[in-house]
């Protein structure tokens, strides 16, 4: 059964992260170019950031370039970096006024510096707010972030400031990009795909995931709503024994 009306407030996920895909397909099924599509999909990333704010969800993590994502065609890799710099140059002042913190997790550094030193900017204008907490998945692999983590490590392993036996969960964990942000709630992918691509492999250990078919240029505040309230019916165990509840 599925409901367009949002779940109550102790039943919104604190963290939504989602695999924004079928932007191309979208511009497809118009007859237009591919990028047309991606520009339809930054109208969606803000209708959503709001949607999410006035939700009441804390955290909002978008997956906007992966590490494979370099296998395009060149001109298309081109233009989504020149669409999320002027996106981002555009968009900083409306996350400054709506009290959005706005970080960009992933391996920034092969981006160009004028693109770097916005991403910078935008991030300290934003540092104070503390509404929404906005990441942007860019040139981010979940394999990426396991592996840098195991990197800076075995850094400090052989810095003699770290015992291999000392190396738990806890430390891995607060050894990825986004450490002390809780794991995602709610992982949604639009577009029919069923596969993670790469997204946050460790943090979504536990996760509820969410499929839909409408592209992510059609994804509206109905259809965040659905998806909202299909979590809200989910019943997450942990790997525990969960009594029946009294009738
Ligand atoms: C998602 O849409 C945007 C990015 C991955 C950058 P796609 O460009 O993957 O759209 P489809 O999957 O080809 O329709
Ligand atoms: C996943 O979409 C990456 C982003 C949404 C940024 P893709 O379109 O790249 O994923 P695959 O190739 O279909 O798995
Ligand atoms: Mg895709």
Redesign the pocket.
């Known amino acids: 059964m599925s409901s367009s009306t949002t779940p109550p407030e102790e039943k919104i996920p604190y963290h939504v992260a989602i695999i924004?895909?079928?932007?191309?397909?979208?511009a497809?099924a118009r007859g237009k170019p591919?990028h047309a599509?991606?520009r339809a999909?930054v109208e969606s990333v803000r209708r959503v950031i709001e949607a999410c704010g006035n939700r009441g969800v804390r955290v909002l993590s978008l997956?906007?370039?992966?590490s494979e994502?370099w296998r395009r065609p060149e001109t298309e890799v081109k233009m989504?970096m020149e669409l999320f710099f002027t996106a981002l140059n555009r968009e900083v002042r409306r996350l400054v006024k709506g009290n959005v913190r706005l970080r960009i997790i992933g391996d920034i550094a092969a981006f160009s510096d004028k693109l770097q030193n916005l991403i910078r900017e935008s991030e300290r204008a934003t540092a104070a707010n503390d509404g929404l907490l906005l990441q942007v998945f860019a040139n981010y692999g979940g394999r990426w972030d396991i592996t840098q983590a195991a990197r800076g490590l075995a850094a400090q392993v052989q810095a003699g400031m770290l015992d291999p036996d000392q190396i738990d969960e806890e430390r891995v964990a607060g050894a990825l990009s986004f450490a002390g942000v809780a794991d995602p709630d709610l992982l949604i992918r639009t577009?029919g795909?069923q596969r993670i691509s790469n997204f946050m492999l460790w943090q979504c250990a536990y996760t509820e995931l969410y499929f839909t078919e409408v592209?992510?240029p059609d994804f509206d505040e109905g259809a965040l709503d659905e998806a909202l309230a299909d979590y809200a019916r989910r019943q997450r165990r942990f790997g525990r024994v969960v009594e029946p509840e009294d009738p």
């Open positions: 924004m895909d079928g932007n191309g397909r979208w497809q591919r599509g991606h999909g997956f906007a370039f992966s994502n989504l577009a795909e592209l992510w």
